[in-house]
């Protein structure tokens, strides 16, 4: 990709941030709006926890002073709204049978994104030309993405049994929630398999998968976290 086309790509992405970082919290506050009006504090009050959560990113990069690529932004960003805001408050996952299992396939998707970027964070104390086995960073990749989504379920689990939430919600006829759970974790695992094959396949021929290119932006903007790295070059 050449510079020039790089950069309109680059600038692309930041204007989509830009709006998406605009749109979503006007929505949740709209919401937070309606539900004051009509006396519904503690959903107002969850509204504004939403809210919090899903500009976390934004306001963690800039308080640790960590660069997050723009489009893992967007994705983090657009899939935590739809995950709580539209899956919990407006009730996505009743209505729409499909919903949960989109979002867990989403989830293991950019976990295995995540776990891809580990293993070079986990590895700053070596070059950054490193010469890892595609195979093992791809299976990092895809354990690391599985194991977050059992925990995720080991903490819907415990909040159903603990606090009485319905997170583990009845499906195909099945009312203890263990179905949804199993479910979960198979997309889960499908998905955190598709891009960890993506990846592998990329760096087995050599290529440059959008994924490598997240990771070569978050090597170059956070230079500190690779100090190391640099001084060993």
Do not use: C
């Not at 504004?48 to 308080?63: D, F, G, N, Q, T």
């Not at 949960?100 to 030309?129: C, Q």
């Not at 179905?179 to 891009?195: F, Q, R």
Request: aromatic share 14%; hydrophobic share 55%; charged share 20%.
């Amino acid at each position: 990709m050449m510079k020039n086309e790089k950069k309109t790509t680059e600038g692309r992405i930041v204007r989509i941030r830009r709006w998406v970082v605009i749109v979503l919290p006007v929505i949740m506050t709209v919401e937070v709006a309606l539900a004051v009006y009509e006396g519904l504090w503690l959903s107002a009050f969850t509204v504004v926890i939403i809210m919090a959560i899903v500009l976390s990113p934004i306001v963690l990069s800039k308080r640790l002073q960590l660069y997050i690529p723009s489009e893992f932004q967007v994705l983090a960003i657009v899939f935590m709204f739809a995950a709580i805001f539209l899956g919990e408050i407006r009730n996505f996952y009743e209505r729409f049978w499909w919903w949960d299992i989109a979002l867990h396939t989403s989830s293991g998707l950019l976990l295995g994104i995540v776990g891809f970027l580990l293993v070079y964070v986990l590895n700053e104390h070596e070059r950054i030309d490193l010469h890892m086995h595609p195979r093992f960073v791809a299976l990092f990749a895809f354990v690391f993405a599985v194991a977050v989504g059992a925990l995720w379920e080991i903490f819907e689990f415990g909040m159903d049994r603990i606090f009485g939430t319905n997170m583990q919600k009845p499906m195909l006829g099945d009312p203890s929630g263990l179905t949804d759970t199993m479910w979960d974790l198979i997309v889960d695992a499908l998905g955190a398999l598709a891009i960890s094959t993506f990846g592998w396949w990329y760096m087995k021929q050599g290529k440059r998968s959008f994924i490598e290119e997240w990771i070569q932006k978050f090597i170059e903007k956070n230079p500190r976290l690779f100090s190391s790295r640099v001084k060993n070059g």
